[in-house]
């Protein structure tokens, strides 16, 4: 089971043996999700020193190997796709309240809409089983709603897989 606590990401098997703390990059993990075949941890890193950007990044507990993935506009929450290969976010930024798309393979981000939600972490944008539609909540009209976004244009179709 993998789980957050106290600013970092837990290992622990079903019975609660073996569980111990992830040695992350340096920093607070916000939120961390199994990669697609389940053999390592994708997670936002928000850097203790707050002049650098927070990264997309990813760990391999069989190897204690963690490597970054991409630099963010100031995510506040993240989701990957069925592939990880493209990742939507929510930024944090009050002068720029954006969903934003993250195609893994450049590096590169692009605006979807804003979401001028309240808090950015209630925003939590997620794909679609099959990788052509973000859903997202936001206050932004006074009370909390979810939002749509056709995304078939930007991003390629996967599988629908197993249900996560």
Not at 56 to 66: A, G, Y
């Amino acid at each position: 089971m993998l789980y957050r606590r106290a600013g970092g990401v837990w290992l622990a098997n079903s019975d609660g043996k073996q569980n111990y703390r992830l040695k992350l990059g340096d920093g607070v993990a916000a939120a961390a999700a199994w990669s697609p075949e389940g053999r390592s941890v994708l997670y936002l890193n928000i850097p203790s020193d707050p002049h650098k950007l927070r990264n997309i990044r990813e760990f391999t507990p069989d190897t204690n190997e963690d490597k970054a993935v991409s630099d963010t506009t100031q995510y506040a929450c993240f989701e990957r796709n069925a592939d990880a290969s493209v990742f939507v976010g929510a930024s944090g930024s009050k002068a720029s309240p954006y969903v934003l798309l993250l195609v893994r393979a450049v590096h590169r981000e692009f605006t979807l809409c804003e979401h001028r939600a309240s808090d950015p972490a209630m925003v939590a944008p997620i794909f679609s089983p099959n990788s052509q539609n973000v859903f997202f909540t936001s206050d932004q009209h006074g009370k909390p709603a979810v939002y749509r976004i056709a995304v078939d244009r930007l991003v390629e179709e996967t599988d629908e897989g197993p249900a996560r």
